[in-house]
């Protein structure tokens, strides 16, 4: 068993001048990775990735700082895109109080729409917060019975606790950073079982890459310091967290 990358964007242009070379790793060295839509055009070019390569899955949905302009005829594409095999969830979706491009009511009505969206066809939601983690607890309570992962989680132990009944945690290369106490404590204190390893790239590149470009076979360095963190082998956290990506997207 390999590692996986639950959450990356090679559709990104960083991606452009050497895509093929960096897929070709991905296929040597992961199980699968998930590349991951922000707006319709990336959730576009997210299938066309998903079914060219039989190890690549897609996820689909509207970032909430590209909110904007979010409508029925986007959510009817969406919706189309969906019925694909290869779309594994709706995402990444939530709220972004951060870079507020729309106020907190907009993006959480678009929030709404497309969780309600991952209820009819049936998948699960890949979320993003940021700065916003009460508003984005209490949106999600409003639909009980949707699962998924808090993307690049940045809350606390103890609003870990009131999600990972529902949701798998997606840890990435900020944990490698030299301030990533929170993070550190919130891999400590939460079960394996509930993780799962992301890289975000090209962003949030891992020690001791950090500055460069991220790519997904950078998840080795993330599942290192689980293991260190967590004092089990690297082999212990390969298994649990692919076991852990393979039933979050429904991969057989």
Request: net charge neutral; aromatic share 8%.
């Given at each position: 068993m390999r590692l996986v990358d639950t959450h990356c964007h090679l559709d990104n242009e960083q991606f452009n001048l050497d895509r093929e070379d960096v897929i070709e790793r991905i296929k040597d060295k992961l199980e699968f990775c998930v590349n991951i839509g922000y707006d319709?055009?990336?959730?576009?070019?997210?299938?066309?990735?998903?079914?060219?390569?039989?190890?690549?899955?897609?996820?689909?949905?509207?970032?909430?700082?590209?909110?904007?302009?979010?409508?029925e005829s986007i959510e009817n594409r969406l919706e189309e895109l969906a019925k694909d095999p290869k779309i594994v969830a709706i995402g990444e979706i939530g709220l972004d109080y951060h870079w507020m491009t729309e106020p907190k009511d907009v993006q959480k009505d678009g929030f709404?729409?497309?969780?309600?969206?991952?209820?009819?066809?049936?998948?699960?939601?890949?979320?993003?917060?940021?700065?916003?983690?009460?508003?984005?607890?209490?949106?999600?309570?409003?639909?009980?019975?949707?699962?998924?992962?808090?993307?690049?989680?940045?809350?606390?132990?103890?609003?870990?606790?009131?999600?990972?009944?529902?949701?798998?945690?997606?840890?990435?290369?900020?944990?490698?950073?030299?301030?990533?106490?929170?993070?550190?404590?919130?891999?400590?204190?939460?079960p394996l079982d509930r993780i799962v390893i992301e890289t975000d790239c090209p962003y949030l590149t891992p020690e001791p890459f950090r500055g460069k470009r991220n790519e997904p076979i950078y998840v080795e360095y993330v599942a290192q310091k689980i293991a260190e963190i967590k004092g089990v082998t690297l082999e212990e956290v390969v298994k649990v967290t692919t076991e852990n990506a393979k039933k979050l997207y429904g991969i057989v």
């Open positions: 319709l055009k990336s959730s576009e070019e997210t299938l066309k990735l998903a079914q060219k390569y039989d190890f690549v899955y897609g996820v689909i949905g509207v970032h909430p700082t590209d909110i904007t302009g979010y409508d709404r729409k497309q969780l309600a969206l991952a209820k009819r066809v049936k998948k699960p939601v890949v979320i993003h917060t940021r700065d916003a983690m009460e508003d984005t607890i209490e949106v999600l309570n409003e639909f009980p019975d949707i699962e998924g992962v808090i993307h690049c989680y940045p809350g606390s132990i103890e609003t870990a606790k009131q999600l990972v009944d529902r949701f798998y945690l997606g840890i990435g290369g900020t944990l490698t950073f030299k301030n990533a106490k929170k993070t550190v404590a919130v891999v400590k204190d939460i």
